[in-house]
């Protein structure tokens, strides 16, 4: 297969790297599946309203539910809900694996800057994500270490993202030499062989033999050299992809959720399950929009909320069904939030106090709340150690949340860890 010819394929499939492969083509045909946590990112992009979600007030002129009902409580649990969206059955089923942590100071109201700070821990550029970090200290050499659908995605150099939509064409990209064909009834054949396996191993060699020869070549330029060493890293990651087109199922699932809304989570999920199951990631970036709701809020934003917790719903049971939801940690969170007030569109702006939630199964920590926010929406000080309200105290920012995963992730001390320090204070979420 030419470089241009395989390129559209990845294309057809929807793969895209921002790099090579493997950094060492040499290393690919070793590879040892990855079966650590698997860490899940997921941004409710433009700004959720957490008064209406994790972090209810029952105040009319902040939220209009609360003209006829209160704050929710869950039976022997500290966590709080809104009656809003699907936040009943969300928090009713998810409570006892959660931890929300309320009371975040983002510091800014600007989205470029709100995702920045939330997803790396820092307001400035040249950061990475989380997700990028335990990429590139957990799963260095593996093809897709590190699954992106949007958002923040920056890796500042030390790991490789993989956007993957829709990979209908995977199969046909691992295993080129097979093909369906029907029976006598019309059903699906085995898959069957265009050429015997040991023609397509000489035909396989005699085209890495053939890039070999012409990357030694000394006439080369820059640019054809780096063409060619893209091509051979591409050729060796293909192989490594093969476990994923055994775990990846043959129709995907639907873009359409249970309230018949347009839900592309539910897919991105699927496609990161599958990829973690087959031992080549270790982290991915979900993504849901449609939370900037400047006008309509009320209408907008449960719309948003319950295609977003469709969503979560949707990735612990396809989790749960592979028998992998005990590697599952997955990180909640926004831009910022949304003002404790409704403007003149009947909508909300933006606001920097924001929640996050960590769900993990089976943990210590979960089942629990920390941090808090007054009557108004504003962020509360907390002692970091007793985790008590404490004015004397520090307000949690994201660096604090980003700070406690890298511990989580095990991955506090790691050489790449430290060349990004949050210099933020230890609290004691977990």
Not at 34 to 59: E, H, L, Q
Not at 116 to 127: D, E, I, N, P
Request: negative net charge; glycine residues 6%.
């Amino acid at each position: 297969m030419r470089r241009r010819d395989f390129i559209k394929t990845l294309a057809a499939a929807g793969l895209c790297v921002s790099q090579p492969w493997l950094k060492n083509p040499v290393q690919a045909a070793n590879l040892t599946p990855y079966r650590g946590k698997f860490f899940v990112s997921i941004s409710a992009d433009g700004g959720w309203d957490v008064t209406s979600f994790c972090d209810p007030k029952a105040n009319s002129l902040i939220n209009r539910w609360a003209s006829n009902q209160g704050v929710q409580n869950i039976q022997d649990s500290p966590i709080q809900y809104a009656p809003f969206a699907h936040n009943s059955a969300f928090f009713q089923t998810h409570h006892k694996n959660m931890l929300v942590i309320n009371g975040i100071d983002c510091q800014t109201n600007a989205h470029e800057a709100g995702v920045r700070h939330v997803w790396s821990g820092q307001l400035a550029h040249g950061y990475p994500s989380f997700s990028a970090i335990a990429a590139a200290t957990l799963g260095a050499n593996l093809p897709l270490a590190y699954i992106s659908n949007g958002g923040y995605k920056e890796t500042a150099g030390i790991t490789q993202y993989t956007l993957m939509q829709d990979p209908t064409s995977l199969k046909k990209l691992v295993f080129p030499n097979q093909f369906l064909d029907y029976d006598s009834e019309g059903d699906w054949d085995p898959a069957k062989q265009y050429h015997r396996t040991a023609t397509m191993d000489l035909v396989q060699q005699a085209k890495m033999d053939r890039l070999t020869r012409l990357r030694g070549r000394n006439q080369l330029t820059p640019k054809q050299v780096n063409s060619l060493n893209d091509l051979f890293n591409a050729r060796v990651g293909v192989d490594q992809l093969a476990p994923l087109a055994q775990t990846m199922p043959d129709t995907l699932v639907s873009n359409t959720d249970n309230d018949g809304e347009w839900n592309p989570l539910m897919r991105q999920a699927q496609i990161a399950l599958a990829s973690y199951e087959a031992g080549l990631c270790v982290a991915a970036d979900l993504t849901m929009w449609g939370f900037d709701t400047h006008s309509d809020h009320d209408t907008e934003h449960t719309t948003a909320l319950q295609r977003l917790q469709n969503g979560i719903d949707y990735l612990w049971q396809e989790a749960a069904r592979r028998g992998i939801d005990d590697k599952l940690v997955v990180l909640v969170s926004s831009d910022f939030a949304r003002t404790p007030e409704y403007n003149d569109g009947d909508g909300k702006d933006h606001w920097p106090i924001t929640s996050t939630i960590i769900m993990s199964k089976g943990q210590s920590w979960t089942d629990q709340v920390v941090g808090a926010t007054s009557s108004e929406h504003n962020a509360l000080k907390i002692n970091p150690t007793t985790l008590a309200l404490d004015e004397t105290g520090i307000l949690i920012q994201p660096k604090h949340i980003q700070q406690a995963m890298r511990r989580l992730a095990g991955i506090e001390e790691h050489t790449i860890s430290q060349m990004f320090p949050l210099a933020a204070e230890d609290i004691a979420f977990f």
